[in-house]
Structures are given as C-alpha cells and as structure tokens.
C-alpha cells in the first residue's frame, strides 16, 4: 500500500532521513521506532506532504504522493501530529469537523455519526472546549480529527506520549480498532515495547537511517534492540 523508496530529507544543512526504504502492506500495523531526533516525525512530515524529500519515492497504492499536504489527505493519508495540537479554543464537535472539511454534508454528518459511536467519550464531551479535555482526551480527539476524512492510511506520531499507562492501554486498544474497521496505521513511537507488541512489522530508525528490520516479535527477541530500547 504504502511503498518508500531511498528517501533523503534535510532541514538545511541538517540531514534528518538518508536513503530510508520501507513499505506497509494493507490492513498492516507498521511501527517505525527509534529515539529523540532518529528522523521519526520527519519521515512522517514527508509522506503528509509537509515536507518536501531532497531524493527518494512514496508511492501510495501504486501512485507517487504528491507533496502538498490537502492532495495527500484527498488520496486517502491523514497524519496524526505529535503532540495532538487540537484546536483548543473550538469545540470537541468543531475540531471533528475540522478533520472532516473536505467531505460532502451527508458523508461528514454520517463519519461525525461514526466516530462518536468509536469514541462515546467524545460525544459525552461534544460541546466542551478542546482545551479543557485531559491528555487522553485531546489524543483521542486528535485521531478521531484524523478519522474523519476516512483515511486509508492514518499515521500516527507518538499517540502514547505523556500520558498515564492505563490511558496508553486505551488508545491502543483503539489503534487496533482502527485496524480492525479497515485502515492501515504507520505508528512513531518512542515507547518501543507497546509500539513492538501491536505491530505486524517494525523498522528501527537511527540517526536518520533505517538500522533493522522485521517482525514485532522478531524485533522484540533482538539482542540489539533490548539493549537499545527495552531497558536491556
Ligand atoms: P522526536 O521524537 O524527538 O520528535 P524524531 O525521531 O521525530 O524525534 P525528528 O523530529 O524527525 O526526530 O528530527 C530529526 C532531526 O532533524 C533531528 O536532528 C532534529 O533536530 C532535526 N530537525 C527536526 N525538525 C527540524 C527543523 N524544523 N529545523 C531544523 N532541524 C530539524
């Protein structure tokens, strides 16, 4: 579905991805780990079209994406930023339609419809100012935002950040939902051990190069990244 071929990204001087070559297949959750300033946001700032690639292909569904981000959303990838960065002086319901600005009336009234059903926490909270919802909260609004576009592809940078582990176990849950209705989902995570656990293939990203590749489990075995990312 999703195929990057020796892709190269610079902020200036700064080369932030070199030569990095991944795929995700459909209904695949793909987790890309690696530490603070591996090239993680980059590579998804460069599929979502906000950053344009020095060298190297993304071809989506056969198709190379363009590289401004409304066309990439209208073909069917939306990016989850880092940080959840809703809008926090609207309401819940007003950042969901947000999310949802290039459909038609009937399908954005039916998706708002769909998701309140995926997050009832959301509905409860429909008229509240974005701002004022917990961290989870805001992560939930965040992909939910991201849903309403109806998505092939979401791609997730950092959802379990700063949050309380038992509200990272519901947005996991959630993430495998997601792939459950249909979407595929290319997960960023800093937390190695959760992002290995939910995925069906995992690539370990440092200092801007693709470093290993394989299975969840397989990675997770790894000599190497126990020690680099598992605590040992
Ligand atoms: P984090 O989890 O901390 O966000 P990351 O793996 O997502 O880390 P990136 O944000 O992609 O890493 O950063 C990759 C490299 O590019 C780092 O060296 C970072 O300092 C640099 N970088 C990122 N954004 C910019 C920018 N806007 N201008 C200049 N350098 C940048």
Known sequence: MLNIENLSACYGYIEALKDVTIEAKQGQIVSIIGSNGAGKTTLLRCISGQLKPVCGKIK???????????????RGVVHVPEGRRVFSGLTVEDNLLVGGYLLKEKELHENLKRNYELFPILK??????????SGGEQQMLAIARGLMSNPKLILLDEPSLGLAPIIVNQVYDLIKQIRENGVTVLLVEQNARKALNICDKAYVIENGRIKLSGTGCE?????????AYLGG
């Open 60 to 74: 989506f569904l056969g198709e190379l994406l363009p590289a401004q981000p409304h066309k990439v959303v209208q």
């Open 124 to 133: 409860e909270r429909k008229n509240q100012f974005a701002g004022t919802l």
């Open 219 to 227: 990675l997770l075995n790894s000599e190497e990244v126990k020690k």
